[in-house]
């Protein structure tokens, strides 16, 4: 009986001693696994809050807070404009001002925690390029006494009870049904904490083994899934279910280390959709993200099986090498990516030659030429790819990138749904085009640098000239005279041709006021650019700078092209009747290239038709019947609807008969004179004195007056 008790009192003892370490144990692995967490939790919310994409975060909370030992989780921006809990039925601005541990992590921008007898609080905060842009909040459940002691109890019963009945001759028989499996389990535990959570548990021994066993294959099921979860947040595009442009950057940065390594050559093709933003704009988002999923599938099928390995599900860790280092890890030979919108990458991380990437492209583009059917309706698109090679064209990730989207904008340039590779002028010209922009803000800043030439329309009837057509110069203090065509263009797609466009028409109505004062009846014709046709205010803009100016409404006409005026009928005419009320007149330019509806075209209210250049060459030559004909018709339209002509690009005595003999109004070009600045314009209306029309005229050239 003594040594029954005594048993009893040891064990119990033991047992108490065993549940108060336990205890203690279960509350620092309990800590432990919350700082681990909630630091794996903040770095998955970095990149969602810089790029403030809350429903991202939302789903991210929501995944945290169903764990079981998570009793509140609250996220917030450091400027405190929202709080995201995973739940919107909770009142997240209380649970914040409870909160100090969070605030104090948004100040310092450290971690911080508290443990107290019931809960472990943990606050993250969240950074971007060194700074901290929110901070995360996780509390957890902390293990108690009483839940640690009912397992221990009940474990350390049964199996110490049969201990004391059968003694010491079941002793060497229990040694080995527990400590074998114990020892199996423990190795296998071993490899899960070095990352292999594939390893398969032994479920075997004794009922408590196998219960452990059991519940730590469980926790390792779920710790896999978690991984998965966070693993798909950050590498995952959700709309293709491509890698996203972080998985690339270090794919890509991986191929280039290799290459150079191994002395062989890869490829990048960056894939820009022709057309995305208008089936945006006529079907909606929902039917472009149909798109997007429908051309990543197409993408992947076009592709040889070897031309396309995408990513493991399962991320071997969250530490695995950022790209930055050389590894041991294996290069995935070919990678297709979404970077966002329309931009999708295919990595080509080893080809003989040029011509394979080549190979690719011309296959992905007449895979896309295929309508795609989204809701019964069969949208068509193009595909702009830009070719860059590893290591010539670059020896890091932002280089090849950008090398490959310069190529992908210069296949644009050239007519879309084609392909171009990456050449040192590709970069020259970026850097040009860098530089005009730069260059063209200070000259609108300064306003010496940019002047208006004039040249004349000669009427063909009398040969006088009566009205004149403003263009635009830059005369650069380092690099001379910027042709128009490459600054405007530039222009255009900066965003600068509604300040430069606004310049030119002031410019313009204070010359009408000075060509007044001097006695010359003149017009002067603007071109309208398509950004200010676009914008609502074009005619109260134009109102605005006849009254600041004084100029006369009917001395001033505006050009537009076909193409401008068909997009938006019912805009041109909101625009042309406001204006016509004043007296402003309206041409058409470059007519007959637009391939317009000549019974719309003809409702609109205009005063003028431009014939195109292209058309005026047709003239030179007894073979060019075709040519002359379709002048004749062009003027014999013009004249049956009531429009004054004018045509472009007259050079010579022939032409100009022919023009005039077929009744055109006005004749524009080299043969009567050059675009001339202001001044020299002046001076040559005063000298210009018309002949017969069998005379030849020569282009009057004058020096420019010394400033």
Not at 61 to 77: C, F, G, I, K, M
Not at 359 to 384: D, H, L, M, Y
Request: glycine share 6%.
């Amino acid at each position: 009986m003594l040594i029954s008790g005594v048993a009893l009192t040891l064990m119990a003892a033991q047992l108490a001693t065993d549940t108060i370490s336990e205890t203690k144990k279960a509350q620092n692995e309990r800590f432990q696994d919350a700082l681990s967490m909630t630091n794996v939790v903040a770095r998955s919310l970095e990149k969602q809050f810089e790029y403030f994409e809350l429903e991202e975060i939302e789903s991210i909370l929501e995944s945290v807070r169903s764990r079981p030992n998570v009793t509140q989780v609250l996220a917030v921006d450091t400027n405190r404009t929202f709080f995201l809990d995973g739940d919107r039925l909770t009142p997240t601005l209380l649970a914040f001002e409870d909160s100090p541990e969070q605030a104090k992590a948004l100040e310092t921008g450290k971690a911080q925690s508290v443990v107290d007898e019931n809960t472990i609080t943990v606050a993250e905060p969240l950074n971007n390029n060194g700074g901290v842009i929110g901070s995360i909040m996780i509390r957890y459940k902390n293990p108690s006494f009483a839940d640690v002691a009912w397992p221990i109890v009940r474990a350390n019963l049964s199996s110490s009870v049969p201990i004391l009945m059968l003694g010491i001759l079941l002793a060497g028989l229990l040694s080995r049904q527990i400590t074998g499996p114990l020892s199996r389990l423990s190795v296998a535990a071993t490899r899960v904490a070095d990352g292999d959570l594939d390893v398969r548990l032994p479920i075997d021994g004794p009922n408590e083994v196998k219960s452990l066993a059991s519940s730590v294959s469980d926790m390792i099921k779920t710790l896999r899934s978690n991984i998965e979860q966070i693993y798909e947040l950050a590498y995952v595009d959700r709309t293709t279910q491509l890698p996203n442009r972080e998985f690339f950057r270090k794919e890509l940065t991986r191929a280039i280390r290799r290459s150079a390594r191994q002395q062989k050559t890869g490829a990048l093709l960056f894939v820009d959709l022709d057309g995305f933003k208008r089936v945006n704009d006529t079907f909606g988002h929902d039917v472009g993200d149909e798109l997007l999923g429908q051309f990543s599938d197409r993408l992947a099928n076009v592709l040889r099986a070897e031309d396309l390995i995408g990513f493991d599900t399962m991320a071997p860790s969250l530490d695995e090498d950022d790209g930055d280092g050389d590894g041991d890890k294996e290069t995935r030979k070919q990678v297709l990516a979404r970077l966002g919108g329309d931009e999708f990458t295919v990595l080509l991380s080893d080809i003989r030659e040029a011509t394979d990437a080549a190979t690719v492209s011309q296959r992905i583009i007449a895979a896309v030429s295929e309508p795609f059917e989204i809701r019964g309706s069969k949208i068509n698109i193009g595909a702009s790819i830009g070719i860059a090679a590893f290591p010539q064209d670059g020896s890091d990730y932002q280089t090849i990138l950008k090398s490959a989207d310069m190529a992908m904008y210069q296949a644009k340039e050239e007519g879309k749904n084609t392909y171009r590779f990456f050449s040192e002028s590709l970069n020259l010209e970026a850097t040009r085009r860098v530089e005009i922009e730069a260059d063209l803000r200070t000259a609108l800043d300064c306003g010496d640098q940019l002047e208006l030439y004039y040249q004349p329309k000669i009427a063909c009837d009398d040969g006088l000239p009566k009205s004149v057509e403003a263009l635009i110069r830059w005369k650069h203090p380092e690099k001379g005279m910027v042709q128009p065509l490459e600054f405007i263009r530039i222009a255009e797609d900066c965003g600068l041709i509604l300040p430069l466009g606004k310049w030119v028409l002031e410019e313009a109505c204070r010359q009408i006021v000075k060509f007044e004062e001097m006695g010359l009846d003149l017009s002067i014709a603007v071109n309208i650019s398509t950004a200010q046709f676009e914008r609502p205010d074009l005619a109260q803009t134009v109102i605005d700078v006849l009254e600041q100016t004084g100029a006369k409404p009917t001395s001033l006409e505006l050009e537009l092209t076909e193409s401008m005026a068909m997009q938006d009928p019912a805009l041109a005419i909101k625009h042309i009747e406001a204006l016509k009320k004043l007296g402003v007149r309206f041409a058409i330019d470059d007519f007959g290239t637009g391939y317009s509806n000549l019974s719309q075209l003809s409702k609109l209210p205009f005063d003028v038709f431009k014939i195109d250049r292209s058309f005026v060459d047709m003239l030179n030559g007894e073979e060019d019947e075709h040519g002359r004909a379709i002048v004749r018709t062009i003027l014999a339209m013009a004249n049956s609807l009531n429009y004054e002509t004018v045509a472009e690009g007259v050079e010579d005595m022939t032409q100009f008969e022919f023009l005039s003999d077929h009744g055109c109004t006005f004749a524009q070009g080299y043969y009567f004179a050059r675009p001339l600045p202001a001044d020299d314009f002046v001076d040559w209306i005063k000298g210009w004195k018309p002949a017969a029309k069998t005379e030849t005229k020569k282009v009057v050239k004058l020096k420019r007056k010394a400033s």
